[in-house]
Structures are given as structure tokens and as C-alpha cells.
């Protein structure tokens, strides 16, 4: 694609950078076919290689984004299977992750717009505020009918209040804390707490650190670590995001440089891809940019680092069924595909691969919050997608993707059984039985 950009706008490293991503791009049209808005919409201004027009002519003028062009970057859920489909290596994350800070710089969004974001980016990265919100949100359910009346923010709302769990689990234990390996140590890793899973969902982490530990793995949750920065930094906010970013740098630089670090294991795939793109994100920034490239090369997707542990064979999946649900984050964010079907596989299961797995589910981060149309028809397909594989069991490794796919099975009142990859792979393993598998543990599906 011909730009024309001024020379002193390639002055700045981050035009610089996108006026690069923009020449790589040669129209072609491949991503149309696999983006789920233009999916669902059939606009080519809501495929990539429309978004990528648009920021291309909002970024050669210098004038603020206009409300064509964030009507359009807003539906986008930068699930990136556009990346694994294009044929050139158009880097549209970085692309749209530029689009959003320009948005955020130059754009004056609606008064409930920003009211809107500015809570999910004051609540939601911090666990503690989290859990206050959902408490208090679980309150207003009754009264969503009503709120979904208001002008503007009211169809939000009421999307919000739907997606809160009927009931919250017990909190995960909190703070910086070691555990140790059983037997031999044979290795040692930082776990990202994280800041939403721990409170929807703290059985992952601790079935992590049942797993890891039981095969001599020492987990340190590091002192100082928080929110990766992902929830804020897809909102354009770039600034909280980098932020977050330089917290977990100097948190698990500090637990490199002391006893050392195999690995910063993430079992949010959302967070992931984040973390991988801590050295892009510091790039120019001198402070940072060794230790955040250090950082980017250690972390690993839980499935990424337990297929280096050869875990052993087991049959204790007896055969059970299981649909596994690939996170864009995980396919496309991350290109890891064929790692934690594995990983099922050798520990008994009958892994089934889903029809249209490449379309995302509409969770995105916070894209079910701020998009609730667009997000409930992905959610719609994806759901009867998994129906379709007759498996009751769905597995996953990221938090956000389970908790849109339980909404989705709850307003088809399917019984389906949601878990993250790495709780099934514990409890073949010798861990806990998982509550929700407590009817079906027993019998094998064909």
C-alpha cells in the first residue's frame, strides 16, 4: 500500500512504525474472509482491510479521529485471526493498537462513553474493586429490564449485569507467596496472578500450581505483579497500560536477578499475547526496553510450558469427550494450536476441534461490555458451533472466553460443562476431581 506521509510525522518511532505495517498490506482482501464483524455485518469498513483505510487516512491527515473511523476501530475485536490469515504479514495488532491511542489522544467521545470506560479501567484491572463491583452488580440483576431503558448507556448496562455469575467463588489466597516443588526441584516459575481470573475463577491458578508443583516446579507469585495492562491498553489507554506493564517488568526482574526464572507462566491467553509484546512496547524506551525484552521471552502459555515437561502418559480422561475452544488469543494472538490438544490427548481425552474455531466468541477483553450486539451474536454462533460436537465438556485457556461461552449455555439452558484447559489436565494427573465434572467423571463418551 502507497503512503503518504509527511517527514516529520516518520520522526515519531510509533508513526514510523505503522507507516511500515501500512506498505506491507497489499489489498488483497484475504482477511474479509475470516474477520467476524464482517461476518456479521458485511461492511467492508468492518473487515481489516477497511479499519486499515480508514487508519491510514486518519493517521497521513494529523486531524482527530473522526466519528466514522471509532465507530469502526470500536467494533473491532482485535482478535487477529485476520493476521493468521493474511499472506503478507500485515502487522494489524500493532496497527490497531496505535489507531486506539490515537483515538484515545484525539477524540471526544459521548459523555456516557466515558463515564462507561473510565469505570471498566478503574474496577476491573484491580481484584479487590473487582470483587466490590460484582457484589454490588449481582444486587441490580433484578432491575436490569429497567436499566436496559436508559437513553445511550442503558443497553450496556444491562449486557454488564447480565454477564455477572450468580454467585462468586470463595477469594484466592492474596499476595506475594513461594510454593515449593514436591520432591527434587527441577525448576522454578513466576504465575501471573492476574487481576479478573483470580476472582471469577481462582480454581485455575490453583490447579496450576497443584500441577506444576507435583512435577517439581517451584511457583512464586511475585511480589508487586498485578493486571498485565491488556484490559486499559485495547481501550487506547496506553499510558495505564504501560504502567501495569513496568510493575509485573520490575516485579519478575527482581525475581530473575535473585533466584532465578525458568519461565513466567500465563494461564490467561489474553494476557499473554500482552506480555509477549512487552519488548515492542518498550522498545524505545531505554529504562525498559532490556528488561521488558527479557521478560517478553520468558513468558509462556501454561500449555506452552508444560509440553516441555513431558508429562506422562495417563488414561484417566477415560475417553471423555472434550470440545476445545482455541482463545484468538491463544490461535491467532499467540499461534499456539496444537499444544494443548495434546496435552489433552496423551492425558485420555477424546479432544473434538469445533466447527468455525477460528471465529472469535465475542468476549474479547471488553469488547462483550462495550459491544453487546455485535458480542451476542458471536456468542450465539459460537455456542451452537460447540453444541454441534456433542462433547459435554469444553475446555479453554482463557477467562474471559469461559465466562461469554456460560452465558451462551445458559440462555440455551444447555448443560454444557465449562473448564480451563489446565483443570482437566490436573485432575488426570492425580489432582482434585473438578466440581462441575462430578456427573459425567465416571463414564466414558464415545
Same mark, same amino acid.
Given at each position: 500500500?502507497?503512503?503518504?506521509?509527511?517527514?516529520?510525522?516518520?520522526?515519531?518511532?510509533?508513526?514510523?512504525?505503522?507507516?511500515?505495517?501500512?506498505?506491507?498490506?497489499?489489498?488483497?482482501?484475504?482477511?474479509?474472509?475470516?474477520?467476524?464483524?464482517?461476518?456479521?455485518?458485511?461492511?467492508?469498513?468492518?473487515?481489516?482491510?477497511?479499519?486499515?483505510?480508514?487508519?491510514?487516512?486518519?493517521?497521513?491527515?494529523?486531524?482527530?479521529?473522526?466519528?466514522?473511523?471509532?465507530?469502526?476501530?470500536?467494533?473491532?475485536?482485535?482478535?487477529?485471526?485476520?493476521?493468521?490469515?493474511?499472506?503478507?504479514?500485515?502487522?494489524?495488532?500493532?496497527?490497531?493498537?496505535?489507531?486506539?491511542?490515537?483515538?484515545?489522544?484525539?477524540?471526544?467521545?459521548?459523555?456516557?462513553?466515558?463515564?462507561?470506560?473510565?469505570?471498566?479501567?478503574?474496577?476491573?484491572?484491580?481484584?479487590?474493586?473487582?470483587?466490590?463491583?460484582?457484589?454490588?452488580?449481582?444486587?441490580?440483576?433484578?432491575?436490569?429490564?429497567?436499566?436496559?431503558?436508559?437513553?445511550?448507556?442503558?443497553?450496556?448496562?444491562?449486557?454488564?449485569?447480565?454477564?455477572?455469575? &450468580?454467585?462468586?467463588?470463595?477469594?484466592?489466597?492474596?499476595?506475594?507467596?513461594?510454593?515449593?516443588?514436591?520432591?527434587?526441584?527441577?525448576?522454578?516459575?513466576?504465575?501471573?496472578?492476574?487481576?479478573?481470573?483470580?476472582?471469577?475463577?481462582?480454581?485455575?491458578?490453583?490447579?496450576?500450581?497443584?500441577?506444576?508443583?507435583?512435577?517439581?516446579?517451584?511457583?512464586?507469585?511475585?511480589?508487586?505483579?498485578?493486571?498485565?495492562?491488556?484490559?486499559?491498553?485495547?481501550?487506547?489507554?496506553?499510558?495505564?497500560?504501560?504502567?501495569?506493564?513496568?510493575?509485573?517488568?520490575?516485579?519478575?526482574?527482581?525475581?530473575?536477578?535473585?533466584?532465578?526464572? &525458568?519461565?513466567?507462566?500465563?494461564?490467561?491467553?489474553?494476557?499473554?499475547?500482552?506480555?509477549?509484546?512487552?519488548?515492542?512496547?518498550?522498545?524505545?524506551?531505554?529504562?525498559?526496553?532490556?528488561?521488558?525484552?527479557?521478560?517478553?521471552?520468558?513468558?509462556?502459555?501454561?500449555?506452552?510450558?508444560?509440553?516441555?515437561?513431558?508429562?506422562?502418559?495417563?488414561?484417566?480422561?477415560?475417553?471423555?469427550?472434550?470440545?476445545?475452544?482455541?482463545?484468538?488469543?491463544?490461535?491467532?494472538?499467540?499461534?499456539?494450536?496444537?499444544?494443548?490438544?495434546?496435552?489433552?490427548?496423551?492425558?485420555?481425552?477424546?479432544?473434538?476441534?469445533?466447527?468455525?474455531?477460528?471465529?472469535?466468541?465475542?468476549?474479547?477483553?471488553?469488547?462483550?461490555?462495550?459491544?453487546?450486539?455485535?458480542?451476542?451474536?458471536?456468542?450465539?454462533?459460537?455456542?451452537?458451533?460447540?453444541?454441534?460436537?456433542?462433547?459435554?465438556?469444553?475446555?479453554?485457556?482463557?477467562?474471559?472466553?469461559?465466562?461469554?461461552?456460560?452465558?451462551?449455555?445458559?440462555?440455551?439452558?444447555?448443560?454444557?460443562?465449562?473448564?480451563?484447559?489446565?483443570?482437566?489436565? &490436573?485432575?488426570?494427573?492425580?489432582?482434585?476431581?473438578?466440581?462441575?465434572?462430578?456427573?459425567?467423571?465416571?463414564?466414558?463418551?464415545?
Amino acid at each position: 500500500m502507497q503512503t503518504n506521509f509527511r517527514p516529520e510525522q516518520l520522526r515519531e518511532p510509533q508513526m514510523q512504525e505503522s507507516e511500515k505495517i501500512l506498505r506491507t498490506c497489499v489489498h488483497c482482501g484475504f482477511c474479509t474472509a475470516t474477520c467476524p464483524t464482517y461476518l456479521l455485518l458485511g461492511d467492508e469498513l468492518d473487515s481489516p482491510r477497511g479499519r486499515i483505510y480508514l487508519v491510514k487516512d486518519m493517521l497521513e491527515s494529523g486531524k482527530p479521529a473522526t466519528k466514522e473511523v471509532v465507530t469502526h476501530i470500536d467494533r473491532c475485536l482485535s482478535c487477529l485471526s485476520c493476521m493468521t490469515t493474511c499472506p503478507s504479514g500485515v502487522n494489524y495488532m500493532h496497527l490497531v493498537d496505535h489507531a486506539r491511542a490515537y483515538i484515545e489522544e484525539t477524540y471526544h467521545r459521548p459523555w456516557h462513553d466515558r463515564l462507561l470506560r473510565a469505570v471498566l479501567a478503574a474496577v476491573l484491572p484491580y481484584p479487590r474493586r473487582f470483587r466490590l463491583a460484582l457484589r454490588a452488580a449481582h444486587l441490580g440483576k433484578p432491575l436490569a429490564f429497567l436499566l436496559a431503558k436508559l437513553p445511550s448507556i442503558g443497553p450496556r448496562l444491562a449486557a454488564m449485569l447480565a454477564l455477572v455469575p &450468580d454467585r462468586l467463588p470463595p477469594g484466592a489466597a492474596e499476595g506475594p507467596r513461594v510454593i515449593p516443588a514436591q520432591g527434587e526441584r527441577r525448576g522454578r516459575i513466576a504465575l501471573l496472578g492476574g487481576c479478573a481470573q483470580p476472582v471469577l475463577n481462582p480454581d485455575i491458578n490453583e490447579a496450576t500450581i497443584r500441577l506444576l508443583t507435583r512435577h517439581g516446579i517451584e511457583v512464586v507469585l511475585a511480589e508487586g505483579e498485578g493486571c498485565c495492562g491488556a484490559l486499559v491498553h485495547h481501550m487506547g489507554r496506553e499510558e495505564a497500560s504501560h504502567a501495569f506493564a513496568a510493575r509485573n517488568i520490575d516485579a519478575w526482574t527482581r525475581e530473575i536477578e535473585g533466584e532465578g526464572l &525458568d519461565a513466567i507462566v500465563i494461564t490467561a491467553s489474553g494476557c499473554g499475547t500482552t506480555i509477549k509484546d512487552y519488548g515492542f512496547m518498550f522498545r524505545d524506551d531505554p529504562a525498559y526496553r532490556d528488561r521488558a525484552a527479557r521478560v517478553a521471552g520468558l513468558a509462556k502459555d501454561i500449555t506452552e510450558y508444560l509440553a516441555t515437561l513431558d508429562l506422562p502418559r495417563t488414561t484417566r480422561g477415560n475417553g471423555l469427550v472434550v470440545a476445545y475452544h482455541s482463545a484468538c488469543s491463544m490461535q491467532h494472538g499467540q499461534q499456539i494450536k496444537d499444544t494443548p490438544k495434546t496435552l489433552l490427548s496423551r492425558a485420555g481425552f477424546t479432544v473434538k476441534d469445533v466447527p468455525e474455531g477460528h471465529i472469535c466468541c465475542g468476549s474479547a477483553g471488553t469488547y462483550n461490555l462495550l459491544q453487546p450486539e455485535l458480542s451476542a451474536g458471536l456468542r450465539e454462533r459460537k455456542t451452537a458451533n460447540l453444541l454441534r460436537t456433542g462433547a459435554p465438556i469444553v475446555a479453554t485457556g482463557n477467562i474471559g472466553c469461559l465466562e461469554q461461552l456460560r452465558k451462551g449455555f445458559a440462555e440455551r439452558n444447555a448443560g454444557m460443562i465449562l473448564l480451563h484447559t489446565v483443570e482437566l489436565l &490436573d485432575w488426570a494427573d492425580g489432582g482434585p476431581l473438578p466440581p462441575a465434572m462430578a456427573g459425567v467423571a465416571g463414564s466414558a463418551t464415545a
